[in-house]
T-cell receptor, first 117, second 113 residues
Framework: AQSVSQHNHHVILSEAASLELGCNYSYGGTVNLFWYVQYPGQHLQLLLKYFSGDPLVKGIKGFEAEFIKSKFSFNLRKPSVQWSDTAEYFC???????????????FGRGTQLTVWP | SQTIHQWPATLVQPVGSPLSLECTVEGTSNPNLYWYRQAAGRGLQLLFYSVGIGQISSEVPQNLSASRPQDRQFILSSKKLLLSDSGFYLC????????????FGPGTRLLVL
């Protein structure tokens, strides 16, 4: 079975600091990769996704993520965080080459990001 | 535009009581539907998914069940709740392929006492 690891459970930063959240997955086949975000009191929503092409993916609100196939990683980055980035971030993976499980997402445990103004 | 609703928003139930959580999707047809449970510090765990009416796949053995009586309705049930069923339940939908974004509902917070 696939699994997704997010190594940082809680990250606390000051505004303007740089952010990198780690995500590693275990699956040897072709994958689609996602980062979802849950702002306080809001629905879980998509931040960015990768399925092919340029391994550096840009998402909303200045976030980006880099897919490194050799490391089975999809780390999320932002050069300068804002107070409004305070939220819980989830990495998710699905198998792109398994027709029977189309769309089935495996989520990491989530990382709570707190940004102090 | 598409909208996903979950009802109720919050629920407090005694151990051993039944459960019924409802999820409905508007503005789309024949979606794939999912039930997840989110427990603190444990991420989201897929419980059930459905690719069509009456078609339910279960991911983990448990005392919960799911049904899809209509194209855009997905119901999560239990005959007798356990304390361990407490959590935040999220419904999600998407179309077709694995590349498509899943859209999540507002969730139902369940507390079993």
């Amino acid at each position: 079975a696939q699994s997704v690891s997010q190594h940082n459970h809680h990250v606390i930063l000051s505004e303007a600091a740089s952010l990198e959240l780690g995500c590693n997955y275990s699956y040897g086949g072709t994958v689609n990769l996602f980062w979802y975000v849950q702002y306080p009191g809001q629905h879980l929503q998509l931040l960015l996704k990768y399925f092919s092409g340029d391994p550096l993916v840009k998402g909303i609100k200045g976030f980006e993520a880099e897919f490194i196939k050799s490391k089975f990683s999809f780390n999320l980055r932002k050069p300068s965080v804002q107070w409004s980035d305070t939220a819980e971030y989830f990495c998710a993976v699905n198998a792109a080459d398994r027709g029977s499980t189309l769309g089935r997402l495996y989520f990491g445990r989530g990382t709570q990001l707190t940004v102090w103004p | 535009s598409q909208t996903i609703h979950q009802w109720p928003a919050t629920l407090v139930q005694p151990v051993g009581s039944p459960l019924s959580l409802e999820c409905t999707v508007e503005g789309t047809s024949n979606p794939n539907l999912y039930w997840y449970r989110q427990a603190a510090g444990r991420g989201l765990q897929l419980l059930f998914y459905s690719v069509g009416i009456g078609q339910i796949s279960s991911e983990v053995p448990q005392n919960l069940s799911a049904s899809r009586p209509q194209d855009r309705q997905f119901i999560l049930s239990s005959k007798k709740l356990l304390l361990s069923d407490s959590g935040f339940y999220l419904c999600a939908w998407h179309h077709g392929t694995a590349k498509e974004t899943q859209y999540f509902g507002p969730g139902t917070r369940l507390l079993v006492l």
